[in-house]
C-alpha cells in the first residue's frame, strides 16, 4: 500500500531547460557559479531563444530583472535557472516573461524567451547554468558534458545510485 508514495528513480529526472551544449559547472565565466557557491548543477551554451522548465514542478521565483527563474520541482529539488552571464545587468532587456510564479509546469513548458538578436548585438554571454539549490544528491546524466542538448527532451540530471 505505502508503494504509492515511495518515489521512483525516474521521478528525480531533470531535462534540459535550452538547446544548446552542456558544460561542466567549474566551466562557466563566472566565479559563483563555477565555485559553486549557489549549488552543483551544469553549464549550457544557450543556441535558440526558448528557455523552458526542467522538470515538472512549480515556478517559486522570476527575477525581476527576468533573466532568471526558479522552480520547485515535484520531486523536492530546488532548481535555478539563470540566463546568461551578468544578465541582471539589462534590467530585463531582451528577457520576455512566458509564465508567472505560482504557475505548475510541466518538463518542456516555456518559461523566459530571449531576444538573440538583442544580447548578440550587445555582446551578451549567454552560458547559462542550471543549479539545484538545496542539498538533494543527484548524479549527472553520462555522455552529455560537451555534447548537443534540447530543451525538454536531454536528460542531464538523475538519482544518485
Do not use: W
Not at 16 to 43: C, H, I, R
Not at 74 to 96: A, P, Q, S
Not at 108 to 117: E, N
Amino acid at each position: 500500500m505505502f508503494k504509492m508514495f515511495k518515489k521512483k528513480e525516474s521521478d528525480y529526472n531533470v531535462y534540459s531547460p535550452v538547446d544548446g551544449e552542456a558544460m561542466l559547472l567549474e566551466e562557466v565565466n563566472d566565479q559563483v557559479f563555477s565555485t559553486k557557491m549557489m549549488g552543483e548543477g551544469v553549464g549550457f551554451k544557450l543556441k535558440s531563444g526558448e528557455v523552458c522548465s526542467p522538470c515538472d514542478g512549480k515556478i517559486t521565483l522570476i527575477a525581476p530583472t527576468k533573466h532568471a527563474f526558479g522552480i520547485e520541482a515535484d520531486n523536492g529539488m530546488e532548481i535555478l535557472v539563470h540566463i546568461g552571464l551578468d544578465t541582471v545587468e539589462l534590467g530585463g532587456k531582451g528577457f520576455e516573461v512566458l509564465q508567472q510564479p505560482g504557475t505548475r509546469v510541466t518538463k518542456g513548458t516555456a518559461i523566459i524567451r530571449v531576444d538573440l538578436a538583442f544580447m548578440e548585438a550587445n555582446n551578451v554571454d549567454l552560458i547559462t547554468p542550471m543549479i539545484v539549490t538545496n542539498a538533494i544528491p543527484f548524479a549527472l546524466e553520462d555522455n552529455v558534458i560537451g555534447n548537443e542538448v534540447s530543451k525538454g527532451e536531454t536528460l542531464i540530471i538523475h538519482k544518485e545510485k
